[in-house]
Nanobody, 119 residues
Framework: VQLQASGGGLVQPGGSLRLSCAASGSIFSINYMGWHRQAPGKQRELVATMPSGGSAKYVDSVKGRFTISVDNAKNTVYLQMNSLKPEDTAVYYC??????????????WGQGTQVTVSS
């Protein structure tokens, strides 16, 4: 199983970006998909998660600005980021708990995509 993230880049404050992360490989089911981020000199933090059949959860700092969504048919999670602030600058990682066709569970991470918010 692999997670491939894309969509990062440089954006001005107040701008928007949409991150995508597609899961591929021997997938039987997905328990949840989400996004974390790590800014320079800081610990990785959870940004948003979407459990299967559940409701999205967000860290307080992005509530009202970021929206997580999942396309189950494509095994893809998205993060729509609006009203971006310089403090959103970080490497963003997608994360998922996936059950393989061998019915074993694993926690998987994407390779990270850089988001830079700067004028």
């Amino acid at each position: 199983v692999q997670l491939q993230a894309s969509g990062g880049g440089l954006v001005q404050p107040g701008g928007s970006l949409r991150l995508s992360c597609a899961a591929s490989g021997s997938i039987f089911s997905i328990n949840y998909m989400g996004w974390h981020r790590q800014a320079p000199g800081k610990q990785r933090e959870l940004v948003a998660t979407m459990p299967s059949g559940g409701s999205a959860k967000y860290v307080d700092s992005v509530k009202g600005r970021f929206t997580i969504s999942v396309d189950n048919a494509k095994n893809t999670v998205y993060l729509q980021m609006n009203s971006l602030k310089p403090e959103d600058t970080a490497v963003y990682y997608c994360n998922a708990e996936i059950q393989s066709r061998r019915l074993t569970w694993g926690n998987y991470w994407g390779q990270g995509t850089q988001v830079t918010v700067s004028s």
